[in-house]
């Protein structure tokens, strides 16, 4: 039987001193219901109301509680990245701390985990409180990601996630990139991911905490993680192919245009000089661009063999062999 608690449940929160206590006297409920052993890790991201004050009175409660604080904001993909390295369950589970995820989605997740062998299953709210300025954007977003990263979500910014142990210590989240924790883990080859729809709830206490402004920063986070996935460990695929298509294509069209002037001389024709052409210019630039991108992927590789992470393989299992 495995010494880690069932479940570990980690809720990032901001100014959510209201919503804390009636989250976790829920989640407790929960897991008592259900007889599972569990770890509850409120993270405080550099609030400036009571949420500390209330997350010391909580775990003064219930020893399951526990807890860390920022010293600033740092953002969900922070929080949720510490978070990951403490915790210990078999099952760990992320939700958010406003009481729009609800905690009765736990057993299911957990069920869905452990008996279905899901590496990670992510919530679906099919069903949404939110005003229209939040959802045709949301849904607009979700219909790109799910084009750029290959993995067939409906919700890629539902917080209510559930994930083996295993997987959460194999990824880094950084930046704004825990919208696309699903292709993270698609990329280091967790990929069996389903999902469930969960029950959405009106926000209760307090306002929301994210803008239309995310959006953008989604979109841009998405071509930066599809990037990253992709050419991580060969930089030059991406920069050298790019370089070369683009060299050969400037010196194709200088060939062209140096014969036609030849051409030209040779049969007493009327001729422009080279220089005078645009289009020769265009070549010159395109030789130019090929140059620098060959060289930036050149410089990418020699980068990757230095690294101390250039051979960070991941290993599932081992057999016969030391560890």
């Not at 010391?56 to 509680?65: E, I, P, S, T, V």
């Not at 299953?121 to 954007?137: A, E, H, N």
């Not at 289009?279 to 063999?305: K, N, S």
Request: overall charge neutral.
């Amino acid at each position: 039987m495995s010494p880690n608690p069932n479940i570990s449940v980690i809720v990032p929160l901001l100014n959510e001193e209201e919503s804390l206590p009636e989250l976790c006297s829920w989640i407790a409920r929960v897991m008592d219901e259900h007889s599972f052993s569990y770890e509850v890790l409120l993270i405080d991201d550099g609030s400036t109301d009571n949420s500390w004050a209330t997350i010391l009175d909580l775990k003064a409660q219930n020893a399951n509680l526990k807890g860390i604080q920022f010293n600033r904001n740092y953002g969900k993909s922070a929080a949720l990245d510490v978070g990951f390295k403490e915790v210990s369950g078999d099952v760990v589970i992320t939700m958010d701390a406003d009481l729009q995820d609800s905690p009765d989605e736990i057993p299911e997740l957990y069920r869905m985990v452990m008996e279905e062998d899901y590496d990670l299953v992510s919530g679906w709210k099919r069903k949404r409180f939110d005003p229209l300025m939040k959802t045709i954007p949301s849904k607009l977003f979700n219909r790109v990601a799910r084009a750029f990263s290959g993995v067939k979500l409906h919700d890629f910014n539902c917080g209510l996630k559930a994930y083996k142990n295993k997987v959460v210590k194999s990824i880094d989240v950084y930046g704004e990139m825990h919208r696309y924790i699903p292709f993270i883990a698609k990329g280091q080859g967790f990929s069996k991911i389903g999902e469930k729809i969960v029950q959405h709830q009106a926000r209760k206490y307090g306002t929301t905490k994210f803008g239309l402004e995310r959006f953008i920063f989604g979109f841009l986070d998405l071509l930066s993680i599809s990037f990253v996935s992709k050419f991580r460990k060969s930089p030059m695929h991406f920069f050298g192919s790019l370089g070369t298509l683009s060299f050969l294509f400037g010196s194709i069209i200088t060939v062209w245009v140096v014969a036609r002037k030849l051409y030209e001389i040779h049969f007493n024709l009327p001729a422009r000089d080279i220089v005078a052409q645009p289009l020769f210019f265009l070549a010159l630039v395109a030789i130019i661009i090929g140059v620098q991108l060959f060289l930036t992927g050149f410089i990418g590789e020699m980068m990757i063999q230095v690294s101390p992470k250039k051979d960070d393989y991941l290993i599932s299992e081992k057999l016969g062999l030391k560890d």
